[in-house]
């Protein structure tokens, strides 16, 4: 089967490293569903990027993943559009610091329920897709967060770690089948998001952008950041055929972070 009549439905895809996965995606020619936030105007443009880069098919689906019933409707609706639904990334996500006895209890439910409940309603509607067609792929976007804990990042990591439970619980319940499950564990990746939180360190505290970089980076040995290429290109092996055999991992992409 080519990538050409695959489909992969992408979360959080409008931005960062969702739309950086759906780039390299739609360069080997997968037909691309979209999700994530964006005015119409930002969402047409992305739809035509990737139709240039070579999808045979972009387009946009709305859902707040908030919501189990809206990512019934999303699933629902990226089945209706295409018919199928081969490869699923999940990597919509969201964040909040705080100590433990200061934690909002809202942003703990809400935390949880994009980072992990999201990727558990999606699993179980794609997983019946995939098996009308005896072929698909499940990519989880974790984070080294989901192997290492952070102090005053409770919901995320609690998030996070569960999320690479529920990949390996995914993998052995598809042991048998031409289905995989894995998990990409990025340590700091420079986003735009990423980028924003340097220059407002560097705008509060002075000194040098290099000294502003080292500080946040202390954690990850390798002192450089993960790139968004870099992430999206283990996303593209994943799915490959040649990871057929790859089956319930964690990946720590992190420089180095989880071995410290």
Not at 237 to 255: C, H, I, K, P
Request: with cysteine.
């Amino acid at each position: 089967m080519s990538a050409g009549e695959r489909v992969a439905l992408v979360t959080g895809s409008t931005s960062g490293i969702g739309l950086a996965i759906a780039r390299r995606l739609a360069r080997e020619g997968f037909r691309i569903a979209l999700h994530g936030f964006a005015p119409p105007e930002g969402v047409a443009a992305i739809e035509e990027a990737l139709r240039k880069l070579g999808a045979p098919q972009a387009r946009h689906f709305e859902a707040d993943l908030l919501q189990p019933a809206q990512i019934e409707r999303l699933m629902a609706a990226v089945a209706q559009d295409h018919g199928r639904l081969d490869v699923l990334v999940n990597n919509a996500g969201i964040q909040h610091v705080a100590p433990i006895d200061q934690f909002p209890p809202e942003r703990w439910d809400a935390i949880l329920a994009v980072n992990l409940s999201a990727a558990f309603h999606t699993t179980r509607l794609a997983l019946p897709l995939m098996r009308a067609r005896g072929w698909g792929r499940i990519v989880n976007i974790a984070s080294v967060s989901g192997l290492v804990a952070a102090p005053m990042k409770a919901a995320y990591v609690a998030a996070k770690h569960g999320l690479v439970g529920l990949t390996k619980v995914t993998a052995l319940e598809t042991a048998t089948e031409a289905i995989t499950c894995n998990a990409i564990c990025p340590g700091w990746v420079l986003t735009s998001l990423v980028e924003r939180q340097l220059q407002a360190r560097h705008a509060a505290e002075g000194g040098s952008r290099e000294d502003v970089v080292r500080q946040l980076l202390v954690k990850q040995p390798s002192q450089d950041f993960v790139t968004l290429e870099q992430v999206a290109a283990l996303a593209a092996y994943f799915v490959s055929d040649e990871a057929a055999q790859t089956r319930g991992a964690a990946w720590n992409l992190d420089g180095g972070y989880a071995a410290a």
